[in-house]
């Protein structure tokens, strides 16, 4: 690891920054992980996961003694390492844009702590999500100011968002097709390349550019996977109404062509979770803010609300007054908990408001539902006592334990069975209706 200081500090140990700093510490670096969540702290100092995401309790683990969790303290951060990870929240404002209220208040205690030291160099590196300009107009000024301290001369900043996706975010940190790095000084750029060569298990394009340039780069990408995304539903959704035609035959010949690509290029749920939505729409405000329209990231906002109009209006025209309607999935895919944005939600919302009885099963999200609709929906504790009372199943995620629906269906008759991603065969349902959306 050549001449590299092996001490890293991260702030903010969340979904994304508890892998981040589990992923280095297993990989030998000495991180020292910050966040105000007192009985988060706990948790970790007792060695309990705290979240259900793939591979994280392998990986904290591996990780042991390398990853020190401390209830805030962030003098440690400016004393003991020289570089500094942010990876705290920034809510969506209703603008579109995000919020840096919560960066900018780490920001501001580290300067403090900055300013009282007498080292000569430290390097932050912003890994929340920004909207485009907001370091150089906004984060860099203020560490500045807080710390007495110049910009590239006493203290360097850099951004360098993910690119991972919940339910594979272990995998896709170790295995990401890009790092991003948005740098202002080409050394704080490969004092940050030389961590992910550490830990990498692949060979990524890394992807150094000005901090601006990383700022739009970031909420593009989420912006052009939306819209592939939505191009894909628009499919889904005409070939609900041409007879003898099928979605996933046409995405996949599309999809073979490289031009197009075949990832994200299928029809099923509209987006959601935690960043498309909230990134292509800030792709959209940020934009507007410099008086460019950006058509298709706009349209892509408006396609996703229509795409879940059209999937409500197919489950309403197929089912019977009062009917019980059991919902399987409540994340916004697969594999998570999270449950922000899915579109389960708006499809729960929506039945309990034409007063249907909704029972609900998912192998990760039944608890964060349980805060949201509290004991106005029936919560099953397996897919079998989902199915029972119901004359409609619908199946929002695509996840393989369902595969047993046709065998726990086998011996009812006349359900119906309204299938977003279509992971069963038309013929796979004696005595059912079974509708894939798309097919
Ligand atoms: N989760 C993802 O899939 C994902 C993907 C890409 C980018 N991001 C970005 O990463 C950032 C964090 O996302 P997340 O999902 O990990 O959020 P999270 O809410 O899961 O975690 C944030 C953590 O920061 C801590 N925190 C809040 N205020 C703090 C403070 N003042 N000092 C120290 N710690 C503090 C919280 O206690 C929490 O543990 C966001 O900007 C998000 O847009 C997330």
Known sequence: MSTINKNISLVGLGKLGLCTASCMAASGYNVLGFDINKSLISQLKDHVTPYDEKDLETVLEKAGENLTPYYLQFQKA????????????????????????????????????LKNSNKDY?????????SPETIYSRLIPLVESKSGRIFNKNFG????????????????????????????????AIRIKEVYQTVCKNDPVYSLMSINSAEITKISLNAYITMKISFANTL??????????????????????RRVGSRFLKGGAPFGGPCFPRDSRAFSEFARSKQVISYLAEATDQVNKSHSDFILDVISRNMGMGDAVGVLGLSYKHGTPVIEESFSLTLIHALLKSKHSVYVYDKFAMDNARGIFQNTIHYSENIEKCLLKCQMIIITTSDNEFQVLPELLAKSKGKTIIDIWRIFEEDSFDGHTYIGIGS
């Open 157 to 188: 900043m850099c951004y360098n968002p993910e690119f991972i996706a919940l339910g594979s975010v272990i995998k896709d940190f170790y295995h990401p097709d890009m790092v991003l790095i948005g740098h202002e000084n080409e050394s704080d």
């Open 78 to 113: 400016i004393d003991e390492t020289d570089i500094t990870f942010i990876i705290v929240p920034t809510p969506s404002m209703e603008s579109g844009s995000f919020s840096t209220k919560i960066l900018e208040s780490v920001l501001v205690e580290l300067s403090m702590h």
């Open 236 to 257: 889904a959704n005409l070939c609900y109404q041409v007879p003898k035609s099928n979605i996933d035959d046409i995405t996949t010949a599309l999809g073979a062509d």
């Open 122 to 130: 430290h390097l932050i590196v912003v890994v929340s999500t920004v």
